[in-house]
């Protein structure tokens, strides 16, 4: 379930609003606590212009993901990195298991 997890979540993603960066990276694994199972996601986006990797930030943060048979507990961008190409962006998410 897992894999669905994260392929559920990047569709998402790419329909926040603004175009999502390319994709460089994607890395999920299984997570659990006492009442909760579900994964944790890392999501390293190829460089973008200033304003495009902002205002993609912006709204990655502020939507309301609906992914069938998971719950976004949790989402950040956790790295803005400068680079010669533009400003990178990491994302890290954890969904867990609705139901």
């Known amino acids: ?27 999920s694994e299984a997570w659990a606590s006492a009442t909760f199972a579900g994964a944790r996601h890392r ?8 304003g495009h990797a902002d205002a993609f930030a912006v709204r990655l943060t502020r939507a309301d993901y609906r992914l069938p048979g998971h719950l976004v507990a949790d989402i950040v961008v956790a790295a803005r990195t400068e680079t010669t190409q533009g400003i990178a962006l990491t994302i890290e998410a954890l969904t867990v298991e609705d139901g």
Request: hydrophobic letters at 45%.
């Open 1 to 27: 379930m897992m894999q669905d997890a994260q392929t559920l979540l990047l569709r998402a993603m790419r329909t926040t609003g603004d175009p999502m960066p390319g994709l460089r990276a994607a890395h």
């Open 43 to 50: 999501f390293e986006l190829e460089p973008a212009s200033p």
